[in-house]
């Protein structure tokens, strides 16, 4: 059902009621009325042949350096455009440092070059609407840049440096760094990149360089000098296939170019890499995650591809696909969706990398009470191609549906190089999609079924559930040849797996154990054995004149309250789940909003001075310091939830008085400096805690100042039954101070 904003139900009401209203204003016009038909059968339109596509022949350049360029004129705007491919990836990256690939890829144009300062090459680019991305994915990497061009004499120079000579300034480097964790804390809110992530670990292992993800702990490991080095190590001249288009002449450009790129020296031992083969068999098994705030199941099923592009049958495969799933007329939609309205959607293919084999999956969206019946469903259609071939019309359907798209892998300067490039790298020849088109036009029926049979193999496939299966109608066990169902955790490590005390440095130990004894020091000073005496607490806190309430029954149940120019908003969290009410309904709190909630609960004095002995909570000495005139001692805290934060205490009173974090914004990518100072402290039941909190966000657009302070805070209240469940109150007796 499609879901309509309140401006758009209203206008299509009213639309309904115009045309109502037009016909009772003239209720026999439409009977009266002729309507005119055409004079001619159109099924006897004849129409004149495609006129022939001539594909534009870039000109290849090599130089000395091994470095290959193609060049492409096109005067048609007033812009020059160039894309970078490089043999980089994360297959090559350290499996202990998983995300530097990423991160060196972001960082290469964040942070500057040798000559000119991040803010200063921003400048640039943006007084002159110029363009410079630079990225690395999992076997490759690129470097894009658009000018116009009349600007391409400044813009030439600094795509060139970022490509050859970054800087990686320290604080981007930690700014991407805060950007890949923030990913990482909110990857499970998607099911579609649940499914996507969980499939590959399936398919080759979790350790395969094809299916290994970055952690928060792996991210942590990153240094600047990881960029540095994993950059010196694979980009290099020989390494790099770069393509120019756009309006200029290209004798000209090509010795621009050679300025620019002639004298970046190439390494003598140097070698493109070549990326790994997967380690991959086909076998069968049924995996489920669960995701109870969902209300529809995402299945995918495949096992490992055994063809590159090379192959003899790669057109027969390519048929295969688009009788399968090619799109409305394909036998999964015609048969899961159309027919047996299983399916939300529902596709597949059969993929082939140009040096490696790919994989074969299929997949469906289905509700959740019918997710047997939708994964049999599609695997019916997956044994039916190894028994049936193709009709004569689906082979035709599918002909058509590849030979009549034919043109659009060329409908862009920048696709047509692209594609050279890629053929260049992988050394397959040029017209190599040429060869495809016509090889496709040969093949048969029963070519089609050969290989169907030959590369399909749907008992040695894995199968994949998210879902809520608390809803599902059958049993997952029926679909298991041996009745096993793997449940997958899916939850976010933060610490390396077997990681503890004992694979500390001596350092590691001694900063660990100074934190303790700090962390001591504070909850003395606040209150000592006061903190154990806390069952629950009660705080209402008014900030920029919106008033919330907060009550947290130790060690992790609470309720928050908050009124917003929206509407009112309600948390709650029993211990396992966390649901959130707002004008919108009520739901299962994402896994990201959970995490920020806890954070924000990890940093609040009181709950973190009754929670030091918390499993999964770890305190570092950071050493001593001097903010504006005051001396503090430095404590790093990692919480169980949320971000790690710097905790300042007083070197005087051993109070904490000041708290620094860094996040990302997740609307906007932006990332934000915190700092709150904790100020008139004041004593309830024993405990001494500050009244007034002032909280400081920095980001590159300014600073953002908020005042936050407790209007009442109860210990050990009363508490009402049902107050962790939505729908009470928060309510209950206890006194305040």
Same mark, same amino acid.
């Given at each position: 059902?499609?879901?309509?904003?309140?401006?758009?139900?209203?206008?299509?009401?009213?639309?309904?009621?115009?045309?109502?209203?037009?016909?009772?204003?003239?209720?026999?016009?439409?009977?009266?009325?002729?309507?005119?038909?055409?004079?001619?059968?159109?099924?006897?339109?004849?129409?004149?042949?495609?006129?022939?596509?001539?594909?534009?022949?870039?000109?290849?350049?090599?130089?000395?350096?091994?470095?290959?360029?193609?060049?492409?004129?096109?005067?048609?705007?007033?812009?020059?455009?160039?894309?970078?491919?490089?043999?980089?990836?994360?297959? %090559?990256?350290?499996?202990?440092?998983?995300?530097?690939?990423?991160?060196?890829?972001?960082?290469?144009?964040?942070?500057?070059?040798?000559?000119?300062?991040?803010?200063?090459?921003?400048?640039?680019?943006?007084?002159?609407?110029?363009?410079?991305?630079?990225?690395?994915?999992?076997?490759?990497?690129?470097?894009?840049?658009?000018?116009?061009?009349?600007?391409?004499?400044?813009?030439?120079?600094?795509?060139?440096?970022?490509?050859?000579?970054?800087?990686?300034?320290?604080?981007?480097?930690?700014?991407?760094?805060?950007?890949?964790?923030?990913?990482?804390?909110?990857?499970?809110?998607?099911?579609?990149?649940?499914?996507?992530?969980?499939?590959?670990?399936?398919?080759?292992?979790?350790?395969?360089?094809?299916?290994?993800?970055?952690?928060?702990?792996?991210?942590?490991?990153?240094?600047?000098?990881?960029?540095?080095?994993?950059?010196?190590? %694979?980009?290099?001249?020989?390494?790099?296939?770069?393509?120019?288009?756009?309006?200029?002449?290209?004798?000209?450009?090509?010795?621009?170019?050679?300025?620019?790129?002639?004298?970046?020296?190439?390494?003598?031992?140097?070698?493109?890499?070549?990326?790994?083969?997967?380690?991959?068999?086909?076998?069968?098994?049924?995996?489920?995650?669960?995701?109870?705030?969902?209300?529809?199941?995402?299945?995918?099923?495949?096992?490992?591809?055994?063809?590159?592009?090379?192959?003899?049958?790669?057109?027969?495969? +390519?048929?295969?696909?688009?009788?399968?799933?090619?799109?409305?007329?394909?036998?999964?939609?015609?048969?899961?969706?159309?027919?047996?309205?299983?399916?939300?959607?529902?596709?597949?293919?059969?993929?082939?990398?140009?040096?490696?084999?790919?994989?074969? %999956?299929?997949?469906?969206?289905?509700?959740?009470?019918?997710?047997?019946?939708?994964?049999?469903?599609?695997?019916?259609?997956?044994?039916?191609?190894?028994?049936?071939?193709?009709?004569?019309?689906?082979?035709?359907?599918?002909?058509?549906?590849?030979?009549?798209?034919?043109?659009?892998?060329?409908?862009?300067?920048?696709?047509?190089?692209?594609?050279?490039?890629?053929?260049?790298?992988?050394?397959?020849?040029?017209?190599?999609?040429?060869?495809?088109?016509?090889?496709?036009?040969? !093949?048969?029926?029963?070519?089609?079924?050969?290989?169907?049979?030959?590369?399909?193999?749907?008992?040695?496939?894995?199968?994949?559930?998210?879902?809520?299966?608390?809803?599902?109608?059958?049993?997952?066990?029926?679909?298991?040849?041996?009745?096993?169902?793997?449940?997958?955790?899916?939850?976010?490590?933060?610490?390396?797996?077997?990681?503890?005390?004992?694979?500390?440095?001596?350092?590691?130990?001694?900063?660990?154990?100074?934190?303790?004894?700090?962390?001591?020091?504070?909850?003395?000073?606040?209150?000592?054995?006061?903190?154990?005496?806390?069952?629950?607490?009660?705080?209402?806190?008014?900030?920029?004149?919106?008033?919330?309430?907060?009550?947290?029954?130790?060690?992790?149940?609470?309720?928050?309250? !908050?009124?917003?120019?929206?509407?009112?908003?309600?948390?709650?969290?029993?211990?396992?789940?966390?649901?959130?009410?707002?004008? +919108?309904?009520?739901?299962?709190?994402?896994?990201?909003?959970?995490?920020?909630?806890?954070?924000?609960?990890?940093?609040?004095?009181? %709950?973190?001075?009754?929670?030091?002995?918390?499993?999964?909570?770890? !305190?570092?000495? +950071?050493?001593?310091?001097?903010?504006?005139?005051?001396?503090?001692? +430095?404590?790093?805290?990692?919480?169980?939830?949320?971000?790690?934060?710097?905790?300042?205490?007083?070197?005087?009173?051993?109070?904490?008085?000041?708290?620094?974090?860094?996040?990302?914004?997740?609307?906007?990518?932006?990332?934000?400096?915190?700092?709150?100072?904790?100020?008139?402290?004041?004593?309830?039941?024993? !405990?001494?805690?500050?009244?007034?909190?002032?909280?400081?966000?920095?980001?590159?657009?300014?600073?953002?100042?908020?005042?936050?302070?407790?209007?009442?805070?109860?210990?050990?209240?009363?508490?009402?039954?049902?107050?962790?469940?939505?729908?009470?109150?928060?309510?209950?007796?206890?006194?305040?101070?």
């Amino acid at each position: 059902m499609d879901r309509f904003s309140p401006t758009r139900l209203l206008s299509v009401m009213a639309l309904g009621l115009l045309l109502v209203g037009l016909g009772a204003l003239h209720p026999a016009s439409a009977q009266e009325t002729d309507i005119q038909t055409a004079d001619y059968d159109v099924t006897e339109l004849t129409y004149p042949e495609l006129r022939d596509f001539d594909v534009p022949e870039p000109e290849r350049v090599e130089l000395d350096n091994g470095m290959t360029i193609f060049l492409l004129e096109d005067p048609e705007l007033p812009q020059v455009n160039a894309t970078a491919q490089v043999g980089v990836g994360s297959v %090559y990256e350290p499996a202990e440092k998983r995300g530097l690939a990423s991160i060196t890829g972001t960082v290469m144009r964040t942070g500057g070059t040798e000559s000119m300062a991040p803010d200063s090459l921003n400048t640039v680019l943006e007084n002159i609407a110029a363009t410079v991305e630079t990225s690395i994915g999992e076997t490759s990497g690129s470097a894009y840049m658009s000018t116009l061009s009349d600007h391409v004499d400044t813009v030439l120079p600094i795509f060139a440096e970022v490509l050859r000579r970054p800087a990686f300034a320290e604080d981007r480097v930690q700014q991407a760094k805060s950007q890949v964790k923030s990913g990482i804390s909110r990857r499970n809110d998607n099911v579609g990149s649940i499914v996507s992530r969980e499939f590959d670990k399936i398919l080759y292992g979790e350790d395969s360089p094809y299916a290994r993800t970055p952690e928060l702990y792996t991210v942590d490991r990153v240094q600047r000098q990881d960029l540095v080095d994993f950059h010196d190590q %694979y980009f290099h001249p020989n390494n790099v296939i770069l393509s120019v288009w756009g309006d200029f002449d290209a004798d000209q450009m090509e010795q621009t170019l050679r300025e620019q790129f002639g004298n970046w020296e190439a390494a003598a031992d140097f070698e493109p890499p070549t990326p790994p083969e997967p380690d991959a068999e086909r076998a069968h098994s049924v995996n489920f995650v669960s995701k109870n705030d969902v209300n529809q199941s995402n299945i995918r099923m495949g096992h490992p591809g055994e063809l590159t592009r090379r192959s003899d049958d790669y057109a027969s495969v +390519q048929m295969m696909n688009e009788v399968l799933s090619g799109g409305f007329s394909g036998r999964l939609f015609q048969q899961v969706r159309r027919e047996k309205g299983l399916a939300y959607s529902v596709g597949g293919a059969y993929t082939a990398g140009y040096n490696r084999p790919g994989r074969f %999956y299929a997949g469906v969206a289905s509700q959740s009470a019918s997710t047997v019946e939708a994964t049999n469903a599609v695997m019916t259609e997956v044994e039916r191609m190894r028994e049936e071939p193709p009709t004569e019309e689906e082979l035709g359907l599918a002909k058509d549906s590849y030979l009549n798209s034919f043109v659009f892998n060329f409908d862009s300067e920048r696709e047509i190089l692209g594609r050279r490039a890629t053929y260049e790298y992988y050394d397959y020849p040029a017209d190599f999609l040429q060869q495809t088109r016509n090889a496709i036009e040969e !093949v048969t029926p029963d070519d089609v079924l050969s290989a169907a049979q030959t590369y399909l193999h749907p008992d040695e496939s894995h199968i994949l559930i998210v879902g809520n299966g608390d809803q599902f109608s059958e049993d997952l066990s029926t679909l298991s040849q041996d009745g096993t169902v793997d449940t997958l955790d899916i939850s976010i490590p933060r610490e390396a797996p077997g990681a503890d005390e004992a694979d500390m440095t001596a350092a590691e130990e001694e900063a660990a154990m100074a934190g303790q004894k700090m962390m001591a020091s504070a909850k003395e000073a606040l209150g000592g054995s006061a903190f154990d005496q806390i069952q629950n607490m009660r705080v209402v806190t008014k900030q920029q004149g919106t008033e919330s309430t907060l009550v947290v029954r130790l060690p992790d149940q609470l309720r928050t309250e !908050v009124s917003t120019a929206m509407g009112n908003i309600t948390v709650v969290n029993d211990g396992e789940t966390m649901k959130m009410k707002t004008p +919108q309904g009520t739901r299962t709190a994402p896994p990201s909003a959970r995490g920020q909630i806890m954070g924000q609960l990890w940093r609040s004095l009181p %709950y973190l001075m009754a929670n030091l002995d918390h499993d999964g909570l770890t !305190v570092t000495a +950071q050493g001593d310091t001097t903010v504006e005139g005051t001396s503090y001692q +430095q404590a790093r805290v990692k919480p169980p939830a949320g971000p790690e934060y710097t905790l300042y205490l007083s070197a005087e009173t051993m109070r904490p008085e000041r708290l620094t974090l860094e996040q990302t914004n997740p609307q906007t990518g932006q990332q934000v400096q915190v700092t709150q100072t904790f100020t008139d402290f004041r004593t309830v039941s024993g !405990v001494r805690l500050p009244f007034t909190t002032e909280t400081v966000q920095s980001t590159g657009d300014g600073e953002n100042t908020v005042t936050a302070t407790i209007q009442s805070l109860d210990i050990n209240a009363d508490l009402e039954d049902g107050l962790f469940t939505l729908g009470s109150s928060s309510g209950g007796g206890g006194a305040s101070q």
